[in-house]
Structure formats: C-alpha cells, structure tokens
C-alpha cells in the first residue's frame, strides 16, 4: 500500500536535512581554518576555530581530538618557552608565556604554577634585598629571618643561600643579641658589685640601658652577687648575673625582661615553646628525627614520611640549632656518571682434514627363500651367497673455518654515592624443573625458573671529598653450553662462567681498564685406521683429525664522571655555639669595646673628686655605669632599694632611662661605722 507524505512532513525533513548538510560543511570550514591558523603560530584563534568546529558537530571525534591536541601541544611549548625565559632572568616574557597558556587553557596547573612561581620570585627578590640592606647595617637576626622565610619556600634560591652564609659567618665572629633587645643589649657598659642585692645590680642596668626588668615571687629579695665587668656589654652582664645565680629570663616585650629561678617548674611555666616544620628536600624525615632526638634531646618530635616533613616543637634556642643542623643534612647527595666499556673479543679456529673410514664391516648369507639359514646352508656358504650388509663408503674431509667476533657493551650509569647499581646484558635461558607428587592420586607439575647468561656487571661507588671515586666492580661473564637430560625428561644447561671482582679509586676523569680474562679453549679429535692412520702425513689418507681452537678474552674500561661532588659546609655552618648542657642559649660576646663616657653633673664630678681625694683611691665595692677606666662608685649601702620601685633613693626625680643617665656619687661613709664599709 502506497502512503504519500503531506507536504508539511516533507518540509520539515528538508530543512532538518539542510541544517545538517551546513552544520557539517561549517563544522569542515572551521576545522580547515583552525589547522591554518596554529600552523600560522595563532594558537588562540586555532583554537576558537576548532571549538566552532566542535560546536557544529559535536559528534565527530577528529574535530575534538584535533582540539584536544593542538591546546596540549601548544601549552607544553608555551610553558617549557616560559620556563626558560625565567631561568634567564626574562620575568616579563614568562609572565606573557603563561598568560597565553591561561588564554586558552584556564585550567592549566603547570601555567598557574609558573605564575605562582613568578610571583613568589618577585617576593623573594623583595625580601632579598630587604635583608642584603639589614645585613649591610648589622642587623643579622632581621637578615637572617628573612633569608630563612625565602629558604622555606624555596630551598635552592641560590643568592639567598649565599647570603644566609655570609650572615652566619658574621653572626659566628659576633654573635647577635635577640631582635627585639638588640639595640639595648649592644650598650656598652662597666660595672664593679661586691656582695651587692641582685636587684640592685639590675636596677643599675635597667637605668643604664632603658630595660624594664620584672622579677617572679620566687626570687629572693635577699639575694646578693658580685660582678666586675670592664668594657663590656647589658647583654653580658644580664647573661653572666643569670647564670651565677641560677636564674633564667624570658623576653616579654621590647624593653621587658622577667627574672626567674632556673627550675624545672618555673621553666614549664614561662618558657615559650616555638613549633617549626621542616620541609625536606634530600634527607630523609627519620634521619633529621633522630638527629634532633640524639643531640637536641628534644621529644616533641613528628615525622611524616609521606611529605618528607619534620616538625619540632621546642625552645627557640633549640629550633635555631636545629635549622643550622637541618641546613648541614638536607643537602643532595653526591653522584657520578659510570662510563663503562666492555668487549668480549672472541677467536675460534677449525681445521678437519683427512678420510673418514668405515668403522666396521658386516658380512651376512643372502636370505634364503625357505626362511631361515639351516646348518647345512652354512657349511655351503662361498662368495656367491654370502653379502656385505655394512656401507662401506668413504667422505673425504677438508675443512678450514676461522671465526672473529667482537662484542661491544657501552652503558652508562648515573649512580648516587653508597648506591648499587646492576647492568645485564644478554638472555635469560629458561630452566624447567619437574616435581613429582608421591601416594594416591600423585601428580607431577613442572616448573620454570630463568637464569641470566651473558654479561652482569655490578658497581657501587664512593664519592670523597677530594673529588676521587671509589668503585666496587663485580664482573661476570656467562655462556650457554650443552644441555643436559635427566632420567625424568628434565632439561638443564651447562652454564660457563668467568667472573672478576675488585675495589678501585679513580680521580674524576681517570680511566682505568681490566683485562686479563681470557679463555683458551684447544681440542683435538680423530677417526684413524689402527697403525697405519698414526703414519705422518701418510696417516691422513686412513684417517681424519678435526683441531677446534677458542679462544675469548674480555676486557672492562670504566671512567668516573663526578655529577654533583660532596659539598663540604662552610666553617660558620660546620662549628657553631650549642649553649651548655641545661640551656641552648648561647654565651653573648663580651669583647672589649671603646671606654663609655656617660654624662654626669658638674657636682656629681666635683663630689666623685672630693671623695677619691680624700680616701687617697676610688671606693671598692660600688656599681660603676661611668668611665671604665675611672668607675663612679657608691657603696651598695646607701643606694636603699624602696618596696614599691627599687630605685635608688635621691633627692633627683628619676632621669630618662637611656643614654641620659647621670649617676650622682655618694660621700662614703665616716670611718667610724664599720657597718657601711663592707
């Protein structure tokens, strides 16, 4: 039955059909364009033109594929173009590189990477010159924190690394204060107490140097000390009275330091802990933990072996031996590249001249159509009905074959130091084994294991500090011979082996070859007619002699190419101060410096002259904050510590704590008293 479409019907379907047949030539067009323009280097409008082509036709794998391709293509080039421009210092043209990529791909790791990575080079550059500046004006501690932010994020930043050891080489011939006392504890200063009050001592510090100092309860307000210090520093004197008296400290604030006793309780109370963690890049995480367990003897200890991370929490004083401990392990290990030679020069030589006779000869009666010989056939047995049943054909041999081979391996191998590396070259040979099962319902199965023949060279080298290489070579060269059949079927082979063993020292560069493995292998066989076949030159006609001649030598060449060498830290990184056995806290420098001259009243001077005048020497036993060659003294007896401040009671309102201080003599006491002359 014949069915006839409605015109409406027939519309539809042409237009549908239209539609498709320009979708797909638009889809065809955008393509063909898309191709031009990245062949152009227009990777973006290539691009555009390949998802217009993808739009057209969602359904057709070339155009997606195509796609696909040519953004990856065009991101790695761009990417490896951006890398190099950054490692030519060109930030600019890295920065253009990336953003291109990010164009036309917004999801690229490696692009917003790079941007990351240029973002953090531009910090870092910053912060570099920020602390060349701070080390250009001595202050280390603010230098070295911001070479050590840099380093964080960035191990390898070369010029940081630099500077880092140019800051520890200064800070090890003279150690800084902490940053935030710094300027007050590089006060020079000379002071002279015999069995003083301790807070008198520092009373006389704080007024000198513009520090707060806050003592815990546990002090004693008792407590006396001695001190004579000549040309030296707040910072010593605070470190020399603290320790004498079994105190310690902890900074408060910029100007404020609190005094208590060194106890372990006291110590859990005020010491603050520092948490630091340590990304590693060559070390291994249980390796760091273990040096900070056995020499910081510190127990808050966590190790991520996952991230390769440690993380301490500590004093501050340990966390900063532990970064110099950290710098001297985390370095990468050194490597050499083995360029190994091996030759197996191989010599075979075969003569078989001669005749080869028939072994034996066989005569039998010819057969007898009644079956079998009778006795009475034998005794009428003559050369008409007697046969020889044997071949008695003869092969004339002259045979000469000479064989050379020379079989060269080259590798080269890239070893770290203390690491073993192999190298096999030639087959493995299969090697089937067959076991049997015993009893009821016994079985048999069979096996295979693989045996390596040919050459298997084995190297682990040591790297020294003098740019020389130790090498453990174990060579062994293996063949395959005849194979062997046991009783059950089984197959094995005859294995040769010739192997060397050795322990050299090359310089960097240095060849050095092994010979002297050699296999001389001479057989003769022969196939003669007894006595006449012994006959020289004779004998040949009635014999043949086959000479087999081997002969295999191999010689090993090896020369070290040192990678990366054995860095050997710097003096300042190697050797640096630990503190005492209690405390990590490092002894401050004391060396001598100019004499100080603080300001004093024209009085205070002329009462300083009355005095020393009239005892004929300058009083013993007094704090001196004056000259150090000529100390102003008072005797700690009349300078009374009051209940509320502990300032020296005077008839003056308090000068300004800095460099304003005036120190106002005291007659010394009548003679009469011998109370106050202590």
């Known amino acids: 039955m014949l069915r006839l479409v409605s015109p409406t019907k027939t519309r539809v379907l042409g237009m549908a059909l239209a539609a498709v047949l320009i979708g797909g030539c638009a889809g065809q067009r955008a393509y063909q364009e898309g191709n031009a323009l990245v062949a152009q280097d227009q990777v973006a409008a290539g691009l555009a033109k390949y998802q217009e082509a993808v739009a057209a036709d969602p359904g057709n794998p070339q155009y997606r594929s195509a796609y696909l391709r ?7 080039r761009l990417v490896k173009q951006a890398e190099s421009a950054l490692a030519s210092n060109q930030t600019e043209a890295a920065l253009q590189d990336y953003r291109r990529v990010l164009a036309f791909d917004p999801a690229n790791e490696r692009a917003r990477a790079g941007l990351r990575q240029v973002e953090a080079d531009r910090r870092h550059a910053a912060m570099l010159q920020e602390a060349r500046a701070a080390f250009e004006k001595g202050e280390l501690d603010g230098a070295r924190q911001k070479l050590a932010a840099i380093l964080t994020e960035r191990p390898a930043h070369e010029p940081a690394r630099l500077l880092m050891l140019d800051v520890d080489e200064k800070a090890a011939a003279s150690p800084a204060a902490e940053a935030a006392l710094a300027a007050s504890f590089r006060k020079p200063i000379s002071l002279e107490f015999r069995d003083a009050p301790l807070k008198q001592i520092f009373e006389v510090i704080s007024r000198h140097a513009g520090l707060n100092f806050v003592f815990d309860k546990d002090v004693k307000a008792d407590q006396r000390s001695s001190i004579f210090l000549k040309n030296s520093t707040v910072e010593a004197a605070v470190y020399y009275l603290l320790m004498t008296n079994q105190l310690e400290r902890q900074v408060m604030d910029g100007n404020t330091i609190l005094i208590y006793p060194n106890v372990a309780a006291k110590l859990k109370e005020y010491q603050e802990m520092t948490v630091k963690t340590f990304f590693l890049a060559n070390a291994e995480a249980k390796n760091i933990a273990n040096t900070f ?3 910081l003897k510190s127990r808050d200890v966590v190790v991520d072996e996952k991230l390769n991370l440690v993380i301490l929490r500590d004093s501050p004083e340990a966390v900063r031996v532990a970064t110099q401990l950290v710098a001297l392990q985390d370095v990468p290990e050194p490597e050499v590249m083995l360029e190994v030679e091996v030759l197996e020069i191989k010599r075979s030589r075969l003569v078989d001249l001669g005749i080869s006779w028939p072994g034996s000869v066989s005569f039998a009666p010819l057969a007898s159509l009644d079956g079998p010989v009778s006795i009475d056939q034998l005794r009428g047995l003559n050369r008409g009905n007697v046969g020889v049943i044997s071949d008695l054909s003869a092969t004339v041999n002259a045979n000469k074959t000479d064989g050379d081979s020379n079989i060269l391996a080259n590798p080269r191998i890239r070893v770290r ?7 096999v070259i030639g ?14 319902g016994g079985f048999a199965s069979e096996s295979v294991n693989y045996i390596d ?10 790297i020294y500090l003098n740019n020389e290489v130790g090498i453990r070579i174990s060579l062994e060269v293996s063949t395959l011979g005849d194979s062997v059949t046991t009783r059950s079927g089984t197959v094995a082979y005859r294995i040769g082996t010739r192997s060397a063993t050795t322990f050299l020292q090359l310089k960097d560069g240095e060849n050095q070859v092994l010979a002297g493995l050699i296999s001389n292998e001479d057989r003769s ?30 010689v090993l060449s ?15 990184s190697s050797e640096f101060g630990a503190g005492t056995e209690a405390s990590f806290r490092r002894r401050p420098d004391s060396t001598a410096r100019a004499p100080v001259q603080l300001p004093v009243s024209a009085a205070a001077a002329a009462a300083a002259r009355a005095a020393g005048a009239a005892q004929g020497t300058a009083p013993v036993g007094a704090p001196a904050v004056g000259s150090p060659e000529r100390p102003i003294s008072v005797p700690p007896s009349q300078l009374p510590v009051t209940p509320q401040t502990g300032s020296p009671q005077s008839g003056q309102p308090p000068s300004s ?9 005291v007659a010394p006491p009548p003679p009469a008293n011998p109370a106050t002359q202590r």
């Open 558 to 572: 090896i020369t070290p190419r040192l990678v990366r060498t054995v860095q050997r830290p710097a003096a300042a």
């Open 293 to 295: 367990k056995t020499i």
């Open 453 to 462: 023949v040919g050459l298997t060279l084995n190297v682990e080298p040591t």
């Open 427 to 440: 087959d493995k040979i299969p090697n089937i084994s067959t076991t049997i099962s015993s009893g009821v």
């Open 417 to 423: 130091n203390k690491e073993k590396a192999k190298v």
């Open 70 to 76: 040519a953004r990856d293509t065009a991101a790695d």
């Open 657 to 665: 704590p800095a460099t304003n201080l005036q120190v106002v003599p």
């Open 525 to 554: 066989s022969g196939s003669k007619l007894p006595g006449i076949g012994d006959l020289p030159i004779v004998g040949r006609l009635f014999g043949s002699t086959r000479d087999t001649s081997d002969r295999t030598e191999i």
